[in-house]
């Protein structure tokens, strides 16, 4: 399973307007739900109760928020980046830039571990991850997480 077969470049926001942990999610639950004609708010609740368990900050300037809902029929992927960074309470305590959303269907467990960790390999890469970061726009990011996603 390849992420570009998951994330559209419409899900791809290359500078957020977030200022909190709160406003990123549902940035990106707006930007995944937004031509599945689905209610981004059920989405974001199960984001917010999963980081209750533990931030999904992992540190280096990432956080991959995820959750699973019995409202969605296919695993869905978003990205967005923001160059001030936002406190996500991650385990580093720096601010996170780099967010990959993964929402999956309640019953996918075995499919949804798989994206994460695949979401984890990519951006466990330095150089990856710089990447992104200086990438000028949507299109860019598209194209550097395609050719990367080929790798794995």
């Not at 957020?16 to 406003?23: D, H, I, P, R």
């Not at 930007?31 to 540190?59: C, F, H, W």
């Not at 695993?75 to 580093?92: Q, T």
């Amino acid at each position: 399973m390849r992420l570009t077969d998951l994330l559209s470049k419409k899900a791809i926001i290359s500078e957020l307007a977030s200022q909190n942990k709160k406003e990123v999610l549902g940035e990106l639950c707006q930007a995944v739900t937004q031509d599945e004609g689905l209610d981004p708010e059920p989405l974001l609740r199960v984001l917010l109760e999963r980081e209750k368990l533990g931030s999904t900050g992992i540190g280096d300037g990432v956080a991959i928020p995820h959750g699973k809902s019995d409202e969605i029929q296919s695993i869905f992927v978003a990205f967005g980046r923001s160059l001030k960074g936002v406190d996500f309470e991650s385990m580093d305590g720096q601010p996170a830039h780099l967010f990959f959303l993964i929402l999956a269907p309640g019953s996918s467990t075995g499919a949804h571990l798989k994206v994460l960790a695949k979401v984890s390999r990519l951006l466990k890469d330095d150089s990856f991850r710089e990447k992104l970061w200086k990438a000028q726009d949507r299109e860019s990011i598209y194209e550097l997480i395609a050719s990367k996603d080929q790798d794995f």
